[in-house]
């Protein structure tokens, strides 16, 4: 008689009889008691993982005495959360997860299936999208910890089994069972819209968001954000076709050093089944010279059969200058190239840098420049042509405005814009603050007033 083995630690979450510790509980294959569900979460635990943080805030707190109302001086505050991740890479340790789960944490623990605790440091976020990437700091690979399996993007039944798994409120690696009630829901939350999300009966409590929702057959095909407020049995899940379109454009060797290749790769779904193609090929690089082109499939990469997105993107991002790339594509044809280093941006200059990634002719804003327009500060640089393929175009961005700062980086000179795009990687969104100039001021006064603005900027090239 074939017979199953149930850790310990899966015994108690899915309500199987206690056994000494260190045990495990053999039940015969043939057992009613080992239903899809309970495949479903053998097949999904050891890629789960819990993540608390810790973050600092800024407090001020008011206090009345009579009819005079008292707020205390700004104070810093510590406060804990608690959320989930998927193991995208067990070889070594990424970790996906919501980005509200990790938000402005200045330390993030990670506990993996085995019982073992990681730092973990973020290597990509989005907030747009809700999406967060960690990489975990002195991690080795191990029995009992694994690679989440991808459904086919779409593949998805109304009224099937999903399974959610993650650590609410603390409980580390709980599972629990509903079915899919909607797809394609779109919702706005805290500022974030999400788009096409796939809804569920399952309770999304807190410490559940950033875990994975699974299919019967212990596919992922969601990750668990959040629920509906004042509802039960309503939750939503951002389907995996988002979470890989994300990956595979964060998993590529140009965010983890200076490693240029060019292929960014996705997914097409093709008689209900998953191929991998190259989404994208970026310009200026190895993959762009050998002639690789959007839309052609990939049936093999480096040697290893590939069948979806994240198939290439585990074995891309690993990539370092030299290495060696060979892309079998369906039509059979073999294109090989090597990677190569990216020049380091010194060697261009922060006005070049700006055409180049920002579509945007500047100028350095100078005393004599500052005078004449009416402007006290004559740091930063000012836009004197908005190129006719530049993404600001679309944004409203205008000669004569002047940028402040990218990302939290202050911009006063073509130095310090070049230290920017240092930090910013393709696909990252970051937000550009410009000062419009408006009105003059107060009459005889010389100055002008500005308006400030903010512009979410995509970096795709």
């Not at 997860?97 to 073992?116: E, P």
């Not at 990681?118 to 990509?124: N, Q, V």
């Not at 640089?381 to 990302?407: A, N, Q, T, W, Y």
Request: proline share 5%.
């Amino acid at each position: 008689m074939t017979y199953r083995v149930i850790g310990l630690c899966l015994a108690t979450v899915i309500g199987l009889s206690p056994v000494a510790p260190g045990q495990a509980v053999l039940i015969p294959a043939t057992s009613n008691r080992m239903t899809p569900t309970v495949h479903a979460v053998n097949q999904v635990l050891p890629s789960v993982v819990n993540i608390s943080t810790d973050r600092q805030v800024i407090v001020q707190y008011k206090y009345q005495i009579g009819a005079v109302t008292y707020r205390s001086r700004p104070q810093a505050d510590h406060r804990q959360s608690l959320g989930s991740g998927i193991i995208i890479d067990q070889q070594r340790g990424l970790v996906l997860t919501n980005d509200h789960v990790v938000k402005q944490a200045h330390r993030i623990i990670v506990t993996l299936a085995d019982g073992t605790n990681h730092a973990a440091t973020p290597i990509a976020t989005s907030a747009a999208s809700d999406l967060a990437l960690l990489i975990l700091d002195d991690f080795l690979p191990r029995a009992g910890v694994k690679d989440i399996r991808f459904a086919v993007p779409g593949d998805v039944l109304l009224g099937e089994v999903v399974i959610a798994a993650g650590n609410p409120f603390g409980l580390g690696h709980s599972v629990a069972e509903g079915i899919v009630s909607a797809v394609g829901r779109n919702k706005e939350l805290n500022g974030v819209y999400y788009h096409d999300i796939v809804q569920t009966t399952i309770s999304i409590n807190p410490g559940n968001s950033g875990g994975p929702m699974s299919n019967a057959d212990g596919d992922l095909i969601g990750m668990s954000t959040f629920t509906e407020e004042e509802a039960e049995g309503i939750s939503f899940a951002i389907p995996v076709q988002q979470l890989e379109d994300v990956l595979g454009v964060w998993l590529i060797p140009s965010r983890f050093g200076m490693n240029s290749c060019g292929l960014v790769p996705g997914t097409r779904v093709v008689d209900g089944k998953s191929v991998a193609v190259v989404r994208k090929v970026l310009e200026a690089t190895p993959a762009a010279a050998v002639g690789l082109q959007a839309g052609q499939v990939i049936d093999r990469f480096n040697g290893a059969p590939v069948r979806q997105a994240i198939d290439v993107s585990r074995r891309l991002w690993q990539l370092e200058e030299g290495d060696e790339v060979e892309v079998a594509l369906g039509s059979g044809e073999v294109i090989k190239f090597a990677v190569e280093g990216i020049p380091d941006v010194s060697e261009l200059s922060g006005k070049e840098l700006g055409v180049k990634r920002l579509g945007l002719e500047l100028q350095q804003m100078t005393e004599r420049l500052a005078k004449v327009w009416g402007f006290l500060d004559y740091r930063g640089l000012v836009v004197s042509e908005v190129k006719p393929d530049s993404v600001l175009r679309r944004r409203d961005l205008k000669r004569g405005d002047i940028v402040r700062f990218i990302g939290e980086e202050p911009i006063t000179d073509f130095v310090s814009l070049a230290r920017a795009f240092q930090r910013v990687h393709y696909g990252d969104v970051v937000t550009l603050v410009v000062d419009r100039p408006g009105q003059n001021g107060p009459y005889g006064s010389g100055q002008r007033s500005f308006q400030r603005r903010f512009i979410e900027v995509p970096f795709f090239r």
